[in-house]
């Protein structure tokens, strides 16, 4: 079974930047395609990131043109570069499978990790 690492979180001003990274154990990690979702307080977890195992890549309307994922698949990690951070960035953020063609959900989930609190205030 693929356990899965995220960090990088933190606070941060409006109009910073975080870079956060996630760490899949186990082989075959370039195989799936992959993604970022985040939950805020009291809402839904939400996909925000997919790129799939070719590198195609595609965002949710609330993030496109600030956030930028990527993949080393020598590493087996998947990265999310966060620009222009709102307020309403603010949630814990998961990574996990995501459907092959880079978006949606996947057949099957790996089990979530434990999240990185990403806090954008003044």
């Known amino acids: 079974q693929v356990q899965i690492v995220e960090s990088g979180g933190g606070l941060v001003q409006p109009g910073g930047s975080l870079r956060l990274s996630c760490a899949a154990s186990?082989?075959?990690?370039?195989?799936?395609?992959m993604g970022w979702y985040r939950q805020a307080p009291g809402k839904q977890r939400e996909l925000v990131a997919g790129?799939?195992?070719?590198?195609?890549?595609r965002y949710a309307d609330s993030v496109k043109g600030r956030f930028t994922i990527s993949r080393d698949n020598a590493k087996g990690t998947a990265y999310l570069q966060m620009n222009s951070l709102k307020s309403e960035d603010t949630a814990v953020y998961y990574c996990?499978?995501?459907?092959?063609?880079?978006?949606?959900?996947?057949?099957?989930?790996?089990?979530w990790g434990q999240g990185t609190q990403v806090t954008v205030s003044s």
């Open positions: 996990n499978r995501v459907h092959p063609s880079g978006w949606g959900s996947p057949m099957r989930y790996w089990d």
């Open positions: 790129i799939s195992s070719g590198g195609s890549t």
């Open positions: 186990g082989s075959g990690f370039s195989m799936y395609a």
